[in-house]
């Protein structure tokens, strides 16, 4: 009987088979259980669901950024999330983004910044409740009519493009508060821009500008106006009405001399030199005497040599 058992037991040692076992499966079988499960749950989420995920609540707002994804197309699946209320596209290579950006009519911020977007779709007009646009440091040549259809546009930044106009369709953006030119082609200011009556912040350096035209007096909440870079050879009298202007910056223009009016500007308080500080930025022109020697004295002797007597 011994030497049976013996045989047995050596016969189960040598073989390749592993014994059958019946009865309840081991622990190892039950730990697998639960990741195939899991396996399971996420292979039956849609792609939008997928893509869901991936949005947070920030400072009460629904959130999406994909930002620096070296994203060259959007994907699809982003156009479903209606309930979107922000979304970061900055810093990918877009050269376009699709007509379905028009559902998300939710959408209250945009940034799509740093591109290479050379336009924007029509259908953005259709976002009724957006305020911030950054679409700057793309590669615009015009923006489309249809964004004068974004009535509660408050922030629009355009700057570092290759524009040389805005549409007329523009004049509807009543709300705007912010508008950033700067750095485009633009010979002379749209007449659009003279009728968004809510600006307070105007920036068009580094542009094209020889004049600026009468009707910059209709800007009358306006309180920081950057022209540097451009080629004015004269400021307007009517500048002198934006009683509310405290920076002023025409540096590195062609002005020759400053309207004699310029002291109404009483809430300009200093000549400034950072680009940062508020004042009278005006280096780097031609001004001619006594206007140059005047201002050796600060901004508050070219007030008083400017004001009648």
């Not at 058992?5 to 079988?29: E, F, M, Y």
């Not at 195939?36 to 920030?58: G, N, P, Q």
């Not at 290479?116 to 923006?143: D, M, Y």
Request: aromatic fraction near 4%.
């Amino acid at each position: 009987m011994f030497l049976l058992r013996h045989n047995l037991s050596k016969q189960h040692a040598g073989s390749d088979v592993a014994p059958r076992i019946t009865g309840r499966r081991s622990n190892s079988d039950d730990s697998r259980r639960p990741t195939r499960r899991k396996a399971s749950c996420v292979e039956s989420l849609s792609s939008v669901e997928r893509i869901r995920k991936h949005t947070s609540r920030h400072l009460g707002y629904s959130t999406l950024s994909l930002a620096m994804k070296g994203l060259e197309q959007t994907p699809a699946e982003l156009w479903d999330l209606q309930e979107l209320q922000k979304l970061n596209l900055s810093l990918n290579v877009l050269s376009a983004l699709p007509s379905g950006l028009g559902a998300l009519e939710n959408l209250q911020v945009l940034n799509v910044w740093g591109n290479e977007l050379v336009s924007l779709p029509p259908e953005i007009g259709k976002l009724q409740n957006l305020r911030v646009l950054f679409a700057h440091r793309n590669r615009l040549k015009e923006v489309p009519e249809e964004l004068g259809g974004c009535a509660n546009l408050e922030v629009l930044s355009l700057a570092n493009n290759q524009l040389t106009a805005l549409p007329n369709s523009l004049s509807n953006l009543r709300k705007l508060t912010k508008l950033n030119l700067g750095h485009n082609r633009i010979e002379h200011i749209p007449a659009c821009v003279y009728a968004m009556k809510s600006l307070v912040f105007l920036h068009l350096a580094n542009n094209r500008l020889e004049n600026i035209a009468d009707k910059i007096q209709e800007l009358v909440n306006l309180k920081i106006l950057i022209v540097e870079q451009n080629n004015l050879h004269v400021l307007p009298r009517t500048l002198c009405c934006l009683n509310r202007l405290e920076l002023l910056n025409v540096d590195f223009n062609d002005l020759q001399s400053v309207p004699e009016e310029m002291y109404m500007l009483k809430n300009l308080k200093k000549l400034a030199c950072h680009p940062l500080d508020k004042g009278l930025h005006i280096i780097h022109n031609p001004l001619v005497k006594p206007i140059q020697e005047v201002l050796k004295g600060g901004l508050k002797s070219l007030f008083n040599y400017l004001k009648p007597a």
